[in-house]
């Protein structure tokens, strides 16, 4: 499985962006994706997880109720919607996938995840 991320840039504080991380690989619409981030000088954090089916999501803390992920099982495809963005939430963004030991599961754990895409930079500016 390959993965595609794009879609980060600079946004003011208080603006959205959309993630995008493309999928290659038959197998890929069924296993569980995730969005990872890491800041300058601190270790790779979970951002958000979604399952296979993508009836089941979880979120850090931090972005709770500002980010949305999402999924097109048909284009292979899951989003991070990112609105109000903070200063804080700067970083490089990585998407993640690996398989699933059942239909609902998703991980937070970085060693859970198999394969993994090359990162795009976000920067909010205050």
């Known amino acids: 499985v390959q993965l595609q991320a794009c879609g980060g840039g600079l946004v003011q504080a208080g603006g959205s962006l959309r993630l995008s991380c493309a999928a290659s690989g038959r197998a890929a619409s069924t296993y569980v994706m995730a969005w990872f981030r890491q800041a300058a000088g601190l270790k790779r954090e979970a951002v958000a997880a979604?399952?296979?089916?993508?009836?089941?999501?979880t979120y850090a803390i931090s972005v709770k109720g500002r980010f949305t992920i999402s999924r097109d099982k048909a284009k292979n495809t899951v989003y991070l919607q990112m609105n109000s963005l903070k200063p804080e939430d700067t970083a490089v963004y990585y998407c993640?996938?690996?398989?699933?030991?059942?239909?609902?599961?998703?991980?937070?754990?970085?060693?859970?995840?198999?394969?993994w895409g090359q990162g795009t930079q976000v920067t909010v500016s205050s």
């Open positions: 993640a996938a690996t398989r699933p030991y059942s239909v609902h599961d998703y991980y937070t754990q970085e060693g859970s995840y198999e394969y």
């Open positions: 979604i399952s296979w089916r993508g009836d089941h999501r």
